[in-house]
């Protein structure tokens, strides 16, 4: 059984950093492509980031420069480095495969950005 846990959210103000980890277990990680995701309050959820199995990321516009993605295979872990964080970040972040696996959402973690 696939699961995936979601940590390091928080409370930060704006142009603060906070770094996101997902555990994954239950699955060969390595092999797989994964995202992350968020969706903020009466939005619907959207891909901010991904790496391939190989290490290659792509990020959305909206990100691009402030956050990176990396993953530690040996650890079976994957990470969210957001910089310079915007009021607009403010969301529940996620992780899960690219493309995402509907069953193997996690609880999230909670990012909040004041102004």
């Known amino acids: 059984q696939v699961q995936l846990v979601e940590s390091g959210g928080g409370l930060v103000q704006a142009g603060g950093s906070l770094r996101l980890s997902c555990a994954a277990s239950?699955?060969?990680?390595?092999?797989?492509?994964m995202g992350w995701y968020r969706q903020a309050p009466g939005k619907q959820r959207q891909l901010v980031a991904h790496i391939t199995s190989g290490g290659s990321t792509n990020y959305a516009d909206s990100v691009k420069g402030r956050f990176t993605i990396s993953r530690d295979n040996a650890k079976n872990t994957v990470y969210l480095q957001m910089n310079s964080l915007k009021p607009e970040d403010t969301a529940v972040y996620y992780c899960?495969?690219?493309?995402?696996?509907?069953?193997?959402w996690g609880q999230g973690t909670q990012v909040t950005v004041s102004s």
């Open positions: 239950g699955t060969i990680f390595s092999i797989y492509a």
């Open positions: 899960n495969k690219e493309p995402a696996v509907e069953l193997y």
